[in-house]
Structures are given as structure tokens and as C-alpha cells.
């Protein structure tokens, strides 16, 4: 076996590993960087741990002398509620007279005027009041600063909880959180008499809350109450309160309260979070401080830790620098180039450099891009977006003419002065004029035609009650075929303006009509719309069938020229639109589109 030296074997390991100036450069730079990095975070990790340990002591020091306060506010308003129920002969007595006695009078105007009295001694309590159950009558006392109108809703509320929760003996046993209709939120306490009466107090949770909002307005942060299942029971913004649902905030608010002063919890950015759990009721007092916020305390000092192993190493990151602007860089914006023409933008261009090597490489790339996007030419792409670009053109052609028509209408309806039928009128003239302006929508099923035709005839058989009539008649199946909207609108708006004639008590009128050819499978779908009225002169059927059929539209009956053109460019088949006079009198226009195309379009929106 033949024996390789060992030197010679080292010498191969060596010719084998791949080495490079940037690799050692990097090697060097993190052997000298990492440990001072470690260092530098270590101690920059625990002064920010003194920092919030210090500030969360602080706080939840507050947290609890507000919280204790609080608890003693509320058992004080408890023992007044018992006392009163135990005590007070007139409220136990509400319910015992008759509403229309002399006795119940006198109970009731005693006990408003006690509770009227004992609202200066209860300040936490924006409302003390009373309730007969028999009578189904409550007596409230609101502080003086209570707006007027928050009186209103505190009443219907504590009225509303009174009807609901009279039987119900879990709720007279301690506080109770309630919700009013715009969104806050108050505590309710209610201590039944045993006489059917009740005497009880309203506790406004953004008022008690106060005091801390101010702490909080200008830190950034958020003071607010919570329910031990994690509700939020304070006004926060939008955004903070979803992320508070999302953070689960009954939990963290148990990490940060039990065995440890705070908690860190991520909502839109860090926050130091303290809670305190009320003795009185089951809610947490929270109080979420913003990281940055707690953090800007700290010595300037600190930064300095930083300097240590950029001073080290600012020679090996200059030289990086270097190799990356002339190297790297170059490199990356070729690639990059690259990927764009790959991904079918071939405007990519690489931008001028100073080394010869990359003069030549960007100036090929730049004319081979250039000769590529000068070929890449697709026609049917070209032709798709002209059809589209004339398709909203002709669509919006038709909303000025359907204007006019409606404020004509709207104009002779309004000289009848019924109230009722302007009312009427107004609710057709709103869907019309939604379905009308809808010009970013390409298509639409039958019925939605047929339901925006409706309103149509209805506006106009306001104008003429007597003298129109109408209907409409899709045969079964046919209700979802889409087509382009405002087809159908113009055929029926050209007979009200053209064909319309009244004589001898017969009224005008209109057959819509949409069927298919029976026992012929892909026949095409016939849209008929026939009338009574005068019908077409001599020679002016035809003239009508040749111009609608025309690539470019003459000076009059613009509006069935779009029709058929915007049908042409919808289904991409033959369309056709028939004129002739009907039997024995009036006009019969179809429009005739292949259902084998029908059901292509986009669906309406």
C-alpha cells in the first residue's frame, strides 16, 4: 500500500479548499465583531431589563392604588345600596300602593328626593336609582355634571336590564357590566328589597377611567378595563383593538400580574404591560405602555458600547464596501436585469459603469433588450385593448341620452303633486340610474336587463297611467344568458319616443319579448320588441336595418348603432337587429345574438 507523506496530503487539502479574498476578510471581520457583539448586547439586554422592571414597578404601584380606590368606591356604593334596601321604607314600598295612590306618591317623591341627596356623597356613581317592579316604574338620580342626553340612554338601558333581569337572582348578588347602544360600557349594581322594588347605582366606566387616559394621552399608551374572559370595556382605537383580541389579552394579562411585575406583548409595536384584578368586581385594570416610549430614559451612554467593534473593523468594512460597489453591485444589476427581461419587462437597462470589462457586458445586455422588445409585437393583444378602450367609449355615449329622457319625466310627474307616486317614482329612478351608471361592468344576466327595464316602463307609465301599458316575457332558461348592459333599454326607449299613439281609448302598448326558437339546438337568442303605435314609414325599415349595420355610425340613431356595435364586440359573433311593421299596426324591432357566445362574458358585478 503506497504511503502518501504528510506534507504532501496538506498541501493537497490546501489546493482543494476554496479560498477568496472577500471569504477571509469576512472571517476576520466577524472573529473580532461576534464577541464584542455579545458583549455589547448582553449589557444593553440587562439595562433595558432594570429599565422595565423599574418602570412596571412604578406603575403597578399606581395600578394599585387606583385600583384600591376604586374597590373602595364601589363597596362604599354597596353598602349604601344595602342599607337603603334594609332601611328605607319608601323604596321598599314602591311596589306595595297602588301606581294612582296618594301613598305612592309620597313613597316615590321621597325616595327621588333621598337619592337626589345621596348623589353628593357617592361621587364614582354617575346615576343612583330606583325601580318598582310592580309598576315597572324607575326613579333615577344623575350626578350634575351627567349630560342630558347621557341621562336618556343610562335610563333606557337601566330600564331595559330592570324587564329583563327582574327574575333573575344571579344579577342582584354583586356589579354587573352593561352596554349601552353607542359602545361604552358601565357597571350596574341592584339590590333587591324583597318587596318587588330595587334600589341601584350606575358606574360609567370612561368617567372612572378618566384619570388614567390622562396619563396615558401623551405617552402614546392605553389604560383601559378589561373582563376576566379578555373583553375590552374601554374606548381604544380600531386598530389597537383588534390586536388586543388577537393577543388573547386575558392571559397576558395573567403572565404579567402573577409571579412576575410585567409582560411584553407585541400588538402594532412592543408594549410594557401591568394589570391589577379588582377586588370588587371581574375586571383587570391594564395599563399598556409603549417599549420606545419607556426605553428613551435610558444613559446616552449605552450607545457608546456600540462604537468598540465598528472602530475595530472599519477598515475590513471599507474595503467591503469597496468590493461591493465595483464588484458585487455590477454583478447583482446584471442578474437583476436579467430577471426582468425573464419575467416580460423589457424596458430593463443596466446603468453605465466605469470598468471596461462591464462597459462591455452592460452594452450588450442594453442592445439585445433593446432589438427584443422591438419584436416582441402582439398584434391580438393590441387589437383586444382598442375593442375594450371603444367598448367603454360606446357605453358611455348612452348615459347623457338616458339623463335627459329622466328629467324630462321627472318633470311632467312632478305637476301631479302626489306625494305617493313621486315616492314611488324616486325609488324606480334610483335603481335606474344605479343600473345606468354602472359603466365598469361588461356584462350582465337577462334578468337584470329585464328588472332595469321594468323600472323604465314604470317611470314612464307614471307619465301616461291611462295611456300605456306594457309587458315582458322571457321564456325559461334564458334568464341568466349575460349580454352587454343597455341593450335591450334603447330598443324600448326609441319605441316610447317614436312609435308612441293614443286613439280611441286604446292604451299604448309594449311586448317584450325573449325566447329561442323551439326544436333547433344553438339557435340564436331573439329579442323582440313590438309595439301599437305608428309604426315605420315607408322605405324607413330598411334604411334603419342598413344603418345599424354600419362600421361607422351616421348623424342620427346613434344609440342602435352602439347597440349592435357593442353586442359585435361583446359575443365576437354576427349580430343582427331586424325592422318591420306589425300586424295590423305599430313596429316590431329583434335583435338577434348567437347563444352559442351567450354564455361567455364576464359576470355583472
Known amino acids: 500500500m503506497m504511503r502518501i507523506p504528510f506534507a504532501a496530503g496538506r498541501a493537497e487539502r490546501k489546493q482543494r479548499t476554496p479560498r477568496t479574498l472577500r ?3 469576512i472571517l476576520g471581520f466577524c472573529l473580532v465583531t461576534i464577541p464584542l457583539l455579545v458583549v455589547v448586547l448582553s449589557n444593553n439586554l440587562y439595562a433595558t431589563r432594570v429599565v422595565h422592571s ?7 404601584n399606581l395600578l394599585t392604588v387606583y385600583m384600591n380606590d376604586m374597590d373602595k368606591a ?14 328605607d321604607q319608601n323604596v321598599s314600598s314602591l311596589s306595595q300602593y297602588p301606581k294612582d295612590g296618594l301613598e305612592y306618591y309620597l313613597a316615590a317623591n321621597e325616595t327621588v328626593n333621598d337619592l337626589f341627596l345621596n348623589r353628593n356623597y357617592y361621587g364614582a356613581a354617575d346615576v343612583l336609582f330606583a325601580y318598582s317592579a310592580e309598576h315597572g316604574e324607575l326613579f333615577v338620580a344623575p350626578q350634575q355634571e351627567v349630560a342630558y342626553e347621557r341621562k336618556r340612554a343610562i335610563q333606557e338601558k337601566l330600564n331595559a336590564l330592570m324587564m329583563e333581569k327582574r327574575d333573575d337572582s344571579l344579577f342582584f348578588t354583586g356589579w354587573n357590566v352593561a352596554e349601552m347602544a353607542d359602545g361604552d360600557y358601565g357597571l350596574v349594581r341592584a339590590v333587591d328589597t324583597g318587596a318587588r322594588s330595587m334600589v341601584g347605582a350606575w358606574v360609567d366606566l370612561s368617567r372612572l377611567m378618566q384619570p388614567l387616559k390622562l396619563l396615558t394621552d401623551n405617552g402614546g399608551g392605553a389604560a383601559l378595563l378589561a373582563t376576566d374572559e379578555g373583553a375590552t370595556l374601554s374606548p381604544v382605537d380600531e386598530g389597537l383593538k383588534e390586536d388586543l383580541e388577537r393577543l388573547a389579552l386575558r392571559s397576558a394579562a395573567e403572565q404579567g400580574g402573577a409571579g412576575a411585575a410585567y409582560n411584553i406583548v407585541r400588538l402594532d409595536q412592543r408594549y410594557l404591560l401591568v394589570s391589577k384584578h379588582s377586588a370588587s368586581v371581574g375586571l383587570n385594570l391594564i395599563l399598556l405602555l409603549p417599549e420606545k416610549k419607556v426605553l428613551e430614559g435610558l444613559p446616552y451612554f449605552r450607545l457608546l458600547t456600540y462604537w468598540v467593534p465598528a472602530l475595530a473593523a472599519i477598515m475590513l468594512v471599507l474595503y467591503l464596501i469597496f468590493l461591493q460597489r465595483w464588484i458585487a453591485s455590477p454583478i447583482s444589476r446584471l442578474i437583476r436585469g436579467m430577471r426582468r427581461i425573464r419575467s416580460g419587462d423589457l424596458t430593463a437597462r443596466l446603468e453605465d459603469n466605469k470598468l471596461v470589462e462591464f462597459i462591455a457586458i452592460n452594452e450588450t445586455f442594453n442592445g439585445m433588450a433593446q432589438q427584443i422588445e422591438h419584436l416582441k409585437i402582439d398584434i391580438y393583444e393590441e387589437q383586444i385593448r382598442t375593442q375594450k378602450a371603444e367598448l367603454k367609449h360606446l357605453q358611455a355615449q348612452i348615459h347623457p341620452h338616458f339623463f335627459m ?3 324630462n319625466i321627472v318633470y ?4 301631479i303633486r302626489s306625494f305617493d307616486i313621486i315616492q314611488s317614482l324616486a325609488m324606480h329612478l334610483v335603481r ?26 314604470s317611470i314612464q307609465k307614471y307619465r301616461f297611467p291611462e295611456a300605456l301599458d306594457y309587458d315582458i316575457r322571457v321564456d325559461p332558461g334564458l334568464e341568466t344568458v349575460v349580454l352587454p348592459p343597455l341593450t335591450v333599454q334603447p330598443l324600448v326607449e326609441n319605441a316610447m319616443v317614436h312609435g308612441f299613439a293614443y286613439l280611441s281609448g286604446t292604451p299604448y302598448r309594449i311586448s317584450i319579448r325573449v325566447y329561442a326558437p323551439p326544436g333547433e339546438p344553438n339557435a340564436p ?7 301599437n303605435g305608428k309604426g315605420f314609414a315607408a322605405g324607413k325599415a330598411e334604411e334603419l336595418a342598413e344603418m345599424v349595420h354600419r362600421i361607422e355610425p351616421g348623424d342620427r340613431h346613434v344609440g342602435l348603432w352602439n347597440v349592435v356595435r357593442r353586442c359585435r364586440l361583446f359575443y365576437k359573433d354576427n349580430v343582427r337587429m331586424l325592422f318591420e311593421n306589425g300586424e295590423p299596426r305599430g313596429a316590431k324591432v329583434t335583435l338577434i345574438v348567437p347563444v352559442a357566445a351567450a354564455g361567455k362574458g364576464e359576470e355583472s358585478a
Open 74 to 87: 364601589l363597596e362604599e356604593i354597596e353598602n349604601y345600596l344595602y342599607k337603603t334596601a334594609e332601611q
Open 412 to 415: 311632467h310627474l312632478a305637476q
Open 432 to 457: 335606474y340610474f344605479r343600473y345606468a351608471t354602472r359603466t365598469q361592468v361588461s356584462s350582465l344576466t337577462m334578468k337584470e336587463e329585464m328588472d332595469h327595464i321594468q323600472d323604465y316602463l
Open 525 to 531: 337568442i331573439r329579442i323582440e320588441v313590438s309595439d
Open 23 to 25: 471569504s477571509r476578510l
Open 54 to 60: 423599574q418602570v412596571a414597578e412604578s406603575n403597578q
Open 405 to 407: 329622457n329622466s328629467l
